[in-house]
């Protein structure tokens, strides 16, 4: 088959034409088959459309029997025409016939015809047609022709998503992998349950406009975005010294290294040339790479398309003035968050009035996005693999983060089910409710005081809402985090003031700013480095650098005038840091009672116990605190050598293990004899069995996230301390890797709801 001559931008251009007529899509699609037959002489020219139930419908030929339209039907996988939407790749056959997948259609009377040539129609990755030009002599295409029949495609994929056919694909929901249900498991990050609508957290963005007016104007477009584009990822770079990881400096290598290779420019400008607008050249060169992204099994490589696929899509979104992600735009109502991952910020710009819950593919348990959606009271669940690429924004889906099951595309029949579980969700939630105003007292007269976890002003109305005795840690840095940059001394006063206020006397425990490791502030620039868990990060940066927390120690003296002031430490690892900080305080004391100002009626200063080394000096700090809490979060990470936010190493180690007990019991014992109030604040006093635990070993009091308190407070109230302490204390001395089945059984024998 020789070309015409008229080329890929004559073609461009009567399309255009077409594309601007006022047709019905049927219409279109039959003058669009005729001009590539003509403009590329081949006999035949065929345009398959997906369809409901994976079939790809003949919607319109130039060259096969007419009768045949809307009646040849392949099923995705049948066929030339169903491998190509399959594989979502190019077939080019000398001898059609030949092939094995081959399938022979009678009433196309397609058997005259040797060579086949068939591209997958795709739409932001996925298939939604194919498109085929066959001829009689037994001949292989060129590149050239190749390359024109997949820029057809291209605009033939934006008649097809726009005109009538929209709904029809819509409701298939676009290709295979996008038509089927899915059940995916993860972790719960945040309980509860909610149905709605994919929202990506960074949409793809397709291009509308792909056709060029003036294909000099659309080069300086091209141009102009590929340099901003570096001029980003320049910016990213420089902006990211503080904290960079090895891991983290490899990321942003191969971001700068996508931004600058020639071989993805060439293929865009070369496209350009072709004549499509600057999105339409990104688009079409970025539909390739993400169809054989799909197709790629290779975990690494994958993740290197994606990083493609997201400098194509940073491309798109300048060119189209598009934003960066879905909290920016407007959230429909019922939205499921989906990504592979975000910070804590990101999830706070969101509108909580819509947003139903949050799916990430990475974030673990421990992390601080999940802290936050925890503190939302938002359903997340994480560790989720592969999800981003099955769902499209719309897509009904369905989270389970009481068992951390996601349901993608329900059936009816599921989501029938799960109508009846939010029911009795709900119901369950009312029992809850119903506790609240009820104490903490177990069967055998033991109170137990149940906190909540804070750290923003949406977290207040919890407090009441869940009957908790209080808030037992505060995390102060969540405030920091959102900000663009450090809070003034009043800006702090006010908020601690709003919270004490709200508290409404139940006793509130601030900790001091916790930043450094993973909670990084994005003004405050500091080295890099190697283990940041482990680094320049709490209490250790407030004695280093004590004017901010000299700061924050000011604005919480002067928002507690006339009240019990309570401050804790984060990371102490020996007495003398919890003596120079409490140092620091009585200065900061000192300085506003020279000034006249209101002064605390008491304060009450504690450390946390979540290094381990401080374990060891109980004895000398325990007599000079006013109250101590575990920070089981870190202690666990640091007792088993074991990153907390590191997704290969989440689940290896139990919480319920005779070592961390045992530790846990070590402390409490002394607390005991120093007659030291002991809180734990961790994330096991949120999970009813770990919980009941911590109480068998003679913990008194717990803070945990609000929607934790009910099903915490139930268990408590069926709970028989005395019997219990008797139970657990002999497995602390077991060699296992957890006693989690004993304790299981202990409640279950005993009707303890866990
Ligand atoms: C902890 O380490 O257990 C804790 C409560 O603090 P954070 O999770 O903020 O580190
Ligand atoms: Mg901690």
Same mark, same amino acid.
């Given at each position: 088959?020789?070309?015409?001559?008229?080329?890929?931008?004559?073609?461009?251009?009567?399309?255009?034409?077409?594309?601007?007529?006022?047709?019905?899509?049927?219409?279109?699609?039959?003058?669009?088959?005729?001009?590539?037959?003509?403009?590329?002489?081949?006999?035949?020219?065929?345009?398959?459309?997906? +369809?409901?139930?994976?079939?790809?419908?003949?919607?319109?030929?130039?060259?096969?029997?007419?009768?045949? @339209?809307?009646?040849?039907?392949?099923?995705?996988?049948?066929?030339?025409?169903?491998?190509?939407?399959?594989?979502?790749?190019?077939?080019?056959?000398?001898?059609?016939?030949?092939?094995?997948?081959?399938?022979?259609?009678?009433?196309? &009377?397609?058997?005259? /015809?040797?060579?086949?040539?068939?591209?997958?129609?795709?739409?932001?990755?996925?298939?939604?047609?194919?498109?085929?030009?066959?001829?009689?002599?037994?001949?292989?295409?060129?590149?050239?022709?190749?390359?024109?029949?997949?820029?057809?495609?291209?605009?033939?994929? *934006?008649?097809?998503?726009?005109? *009538?056919?929209?709904? @029809?694909?819509?409701?298939?929901?676009?290709? @295979?992998?996008?038509?089927?249900?899915?059940?995916?498991?993860?972790?719960?990050?945040?309980?509860?349950?909610?149905?709605?609508?994919?929202?990506?957290?960074?949409?793809?963005?397709?291009?509308?406009?792909?056709?060029?007016?003036?294909?000099?104007?659309?080069?300086? +477009?091209?141009?102009?975005?590929?340099?901003?584009?570096?001029?980003?990822?320049?910016?990213?770079?420089?902006?990211?010294?503080?904290?960079?990881?090895?891991?983290?400096?490899?990321?942003?290598?191969?971001?700068?290294?996508?931004?600058?290779?020639?071989?993805?420019?060439?293929?865009?400008?070369?496209? @350009?040339?072709?004549?499509?607008?600057?999105?339409?050249?990104?688009?079409?060169?970025?539909?390739?790479?993400?169809?054989?992204?799909?197709?790629?099994?290779?975990?690494?490589?994958?993740?290197?398309?994606?990083?493609?696929?997201?400098?194509?899509?940073?491309?798109?979104?300048?060119?189209?003035?598009?934003?960066?992600?879905?909290?920016?735009?407007?959230?429909?109502?019922?939205?499921?968050?989906?990504?592979?991952?975000?910070?804590?910020?990101?999830?706070? =710009?969101?509108?909580?009035?819509?947003?139903?819950?949050?799916?990430?593919?990475?974030?673990? &348990?421990?992390?601080?996005?999940?802290?936050?959606?925890?503190?939302?009271?938002?359903?997340?669940?994480?560790?989720?693999?592969?999800?981003?690429?099955?769902?499209?924004?719309?897509?009904?889906?369905?989270?389970?983060?009481?068992?951390?099951?996601?349901?993608?595309?329900?059936?009816?029949?599921?989501?029938?089910?799960?109508?009846?579980?939010? +029911?009795? /969700?709900?119901?369950?939630?009312?029992?809850?409710?119903?506790?609240?105003?009820?104490?903490?007292?177990?069967?055998?007269?033991?109170?137990?005081?149940?906190?909540?976890?804070?750290?923003?002003?949406?977290?207040?109305?919890?407090?009441?809402?869940?009957?908790?005795?209080?808030? &037992?840690?505060?995390?102060?840095?969540?405030?920091?985090?959102?900000?663009?940059?450090?809070?003034?001394?009043? *800006?702090?006063?006010?908020?601690?003031?709003?919270?004490?206020?709200?508290?409404?006397?139940?006793?509130?425990?601030?900790?001091?700013?916790?930043?450094?490791?993973?909670?990084?502030?994005?003004?405050?620039?500091?080295?890099?480095?190697?283990?940041?868990?482990?680094?320049?990060?709490?209490?250790?940066?407030?004695?280093?650098?004590?004017?901010?927390?000299?700061?924050?120690?000011?604005?919480?003296? =002067?928002?507690?005038?006339?009240?019990?002031?309570?401050?804790?430490?984060?990371?102490?690892?020996?007495?003398? *840091?919890?003596?120079?900080?409490?140092?620091?305080?009585?200065?900061?004391?000192?300085?506003?009672?020279?000034?006249?100002?209101?002064?605390?009626?008491?304060?009450?200063?504690?450390?946390?116990?979540?290094?381990?080394?401080?374990?060891?000096?109980?004895?000398?700090?325990?007599?000079?605190? =006013?109250?101590?809490?575990?920070?089981?979060? =870190?202690?666990?990470?640091?007792?088993?050598?074991?990153?907390?936010?590191?997704?290969?190493?989440?689940?290896? /180690?139990?919480?319920?293990?005779?070592?961390?007990?045992?530790?846990?019991?070590?402390?409490?014992?002394?607390?005991?004899?120093?007659?030291?109030?002991?809180?734990?604040?961790?994330?096991?006093?949120?999970?009813?069995?770990?919980?009941?635990?911590?109480?068998?070993?003679?913990?008194?009091?717990?803070?945990?996230?609000?929607?934790?308190?009910?099903?915490?407070?139930?268990?408590?109230?069926?709970?028989?301390?005395?019997?219990?302490?008797?139970?657990?204390?002999?497995?602390?001395?077991?060699?296992?890797?957890?006693?989690?089945?004993?304790?299981?059984?202990?409640?279950?024998?005993?009707?303890?709801?866990?």
């Amino acid at each position: 088959m020789a070309t015409s001559g008229l080329g890929p931008r004559v073609l461009l251009k009567r399309l255009r034409e077409v594309m601007a007529g006022p047709e019905a899509t049927q219409i279109r699609l039959d003058k669009i088959a005729k001009l590539i037959a003509a403009n590329m002489v081949a006999e035949v020219c065929s345009v398959y459309v997906l +369809r409901e139930g994976g079939w790809l419908e003949l919607y319109a030929t130039e060259g096969l029997r007419a009768e045949a @339209v809307h009646l040849s039907k392949l099923k995705t996988g049948e066929g030339l025409v169903g491998t190509i939407a399959k594989e979502a790749t190019l077939l080019n056959l000398s001898a059609a016939r030949e092939h094995p997948a081959f399938k022979y259609l009678p009433e196309t &009377g397609e058997e005259i /015809y040797n060579s086949f040539l068939g591209v997958p129609i795709l739409r932001a990755g996925h298939t939604i047609g194919v498109l085929v030009v066959q001829n009689r002599t037994s001949r292989h295409y060129s590149e050239e022709e190749e390359e024109a029949l997949q820029t057809t495609a291209m605009v033939l994929a *934006e008649v097809i998503a726009s005109g *009538e056919l929209a709904e @029809v694909t819509r409701d298939v929901g676009v290709d @295979v992998a996008h038509v089927k249900s899915h059940q995916l498991t993860g972790d719960v990050l945040a309980e509860g349950i909610a149905l709605g609508h994919v929202v990506l957290h960074e949409p793809r963005v397709v291009a509308g406009n792909l056709i060029a007016e003036s294909i000099p104007d659309e080069q300086v +477009r091209l141009e102009e975005a590929i340099d901003q584009l570096r001029e980003q990822v320049e910016t990213l770079i420089a902006r990211t010294e503080f904290g960079r990881s090895g891991e983290h400096d490899e990321v942003l290598e191969t971001i700068r290294m996508f931004a600058y290779d020639r071989g993805w420019m060439r293929r865009m400008r070369e496209a @350009v040339e072709t004549g499509l607008t600057a999105e339409g050249a990104v688009e079409r060169v970025q539909s390739d790479v993400r169809a054989r992204m799909q197709r790629q099994a290779d975990p690494y490589l994958r993740e290197r398309m994606h990083d493609l696929d997201d400098m194509a899509n940073r491309l798109l979104r300048l060119l189209t003035d598009q934003t960066e992600t879905a909290a920016h735009g407007d959230l429909p109502r019922d939205s499921i968050i989906v990504a592979h991952n975000m910070g804590p910020a990101e999830l706070l =710009d969101y509108d909580r009035s819509k947003l139903r819950a949050v799916l990430l593919e990475e974030a673990a &348990g421990t992390s601080h996005v999940a802290i936050v959606a925890r503190a939302l009271g938002v359903p997340a669940i994480g560790q989720i693999p592969g999800l981003v690429d099955l769902v499209d924004t719309g897509d009904p889906i369905i989270v389970d983060a009481s068992n951390g099951e996601v349901h993608v595309r329900p059936s009816a029949h599921i989501e029938d089910a799960y109508a009846e579980k939010v +029911r009795l /969700y709900a119901r369950r939630q009312a029992k809850y409710a119903k506790l609240r105003d009820k104490p903490a007292v177990t069967r055998d007269g033991e109170k137990i005081s149940l906190n909540i976890n804070a750290g923003l002003l949406v977290d207040l109305p919890h407090l009441a809402d869940s009957g908790a005795d209080g808030i &037992g840690l505060y995390r102060t840095e969540l405030q920091f985090m959102v900000l663009q940059s450090f809070p003034r001394q009043g *800006e702090q006063t006010r908020h601690y003031r709003t919270i004490l206020e709200a508290a409404k006397g139940r006793p509130v425990v601030f900790r001091s700013l916790d930043i450094g490791s993973d909670k990084m502030l994005p003004y405050f620039h500091t080295q890099r480095e190697e283990n940041p868990a482990m680094g320049w990060r709490a209490l250790r940066i407030a004695l280093d650098r004590p004017a901010l927390f000299r700061l924050q120690m000011r604005a919480l003296l =002067d928002a507690a005038g006339g009240k019990v002031l309570r401050v804790m430490f984060p990371m102490v690892a020996e007495v003398e *840091e919890f003596l120079r900080a409490r140092q620091l305080v009585e200065k900061e004391r000192a300085f506003l009672a020279a000034r006249g100002h209101g002064l605390p009626k008491q304060i009450k200063l504690g450390a946390m116990i979540e290094v381990p080394s401080i374990v060891w000096q109980l004895d000398q700090l325990l007599p000079m605190v =006013d109250f101590v809490s575990i920070g089981s979060n =870190d202690l666990l990470q640091f007792l088993y050598a074991s990153d907390r936010g590191h997704p290969r190493l989440f689940g290896r /180690y139990d919480a319920l293990s005779p070592a961390v007990l045992s530790v846990i019991r070590q402390i409490v014992d002394k607390a005991e004899t120093h007659d030291v109030a002991l809180n734990l604040c961790g994330e096991m006093a949120g999970n009813p069995i770990e919980a009941m635990a911590l109480i068998g070993l003679g913990v008194k009091s717990i803070s945990m996230a609000p929607a934790a308190v009910g099903p915490v407070k139930s268990m408590v109230l069926a709970l028989n301390k005395a019997m219990l302490s008797e139970f657990i204390m002999p497995l602390l001395s077991r060699p296992d890797h957890s006693i989690r089945g004993d304790l299981e059984q202990f409640a279950k024998t005993n009707a303890i709801p866990i």
